[in-house]
């Protein structure tokens, strides 16, 4: 199992990591294969493509098998990569990360249901700080990486080291995850699921749609703050991997977080007050960024409630929902915080450019509180200890 858990680690880490790297090496690319309208894109299409594949990889898990989307998924995550690493013009490299975003948002929804099918809830609790410490240093890291290997390296290495990990990782998987096939279902049903990535009846359900509601919310306060605040200290004069060094608080602060609420949840059973923690904690954060500035504590602080909420959104949700609905359960959580991170972006880099950090972190602060206000609503069910 710690194997399995390993490579399933290793997946996670590679599809977050290129989520957060390519706005750090972005002059590299530039500087090599111009198009330097274009570097949004590269950007872009990635998030977009990834965003927007995860309810049907989530379906499709549910449907056809979580271990076989999983390594379709890797598949594709693993040509694209090749492709991005190989490109010859922006052009090239614009296409290629959309084929990698494909098989990334595959990879986001392959872990967490293959997680799901192999540990009942409560259990899940207690690995939830190994997958909540691996996105948040890929989340974190993302800008550390990217500017290490560019400065080393070149910036091509950001896309060819996935390509030995995600072998490794894919053999593992191949060999020793063994999964029953999927639950057999009516003709109308099935029909009616491949028609609808979300099931409307799922969102009948009080805590599967208060989680719906708290997930892009999140999103929209973790990604804003993880892309502006490298950009707001390397316009203080910092270098790209200095400025992802100075991310460090944040990191640690979600790492301790995790691993100390995930055995927390797995003990007592209780998940609800972590969840309104976790809110309040992210709250204070963004409001002592507006307020003092990117300084070492309030990072600290924003971190820890990040570290409490990255995936326990989504073990609410798909506590809430039968066993057969885990994989559109688990695709949905992270589909929507995807959606939420991407119009976080938008609304603080305009808010960004017009005034300043402050401006913008107070405009997360409201989103913040907003987190804070549904999580007080979702109401606490025990966590199965089956995974049936």
Known sequence: MRIVFASLLILLLLATLDTTLTGVIAPALVAELGGREQVELVVAGYAAASTLTLPLWGRAADLLGHKRVLL???VLFEIGSAACAAAQDMTQLVAARAVQGVGAGGLMVGVVTVIAALLPPRERARY??????????????????????TDALSWRWAYLVNLPLGAVAFATLALLVRLPPPARQGRARRLADYLAVLPPRLLAVRNFALAAILAPLQGAVMLSSVTYLPLHLQAGGVSAAASGVLLLPLLVGAVVAAFLSGRLIAATGR??????AGTALTAAGTAGIALTGAGWAVMAVQGLGAGML??????VAQNSVPAADAGVAGGAGPFLRQLGGVAGVTMTGALYEMGSVHTAFTALTVVAVAAVVVAALIVEIPLRVTTG
């Open 310 to 315: 990255m995936q326990l959104v989504t073990l």
């Open 128 to 149: 939830q700080g190994y997958v909540t410490a691996v996105t948040a240093v890929a989340m974190i890291g993302g800008p550390l990486a990217g500017g290490l290997l």
């Open 271 to 276: 998940y609800k007050p972590v969840l309104v």
């Open 72 to 74: 379709t998924a890797l």
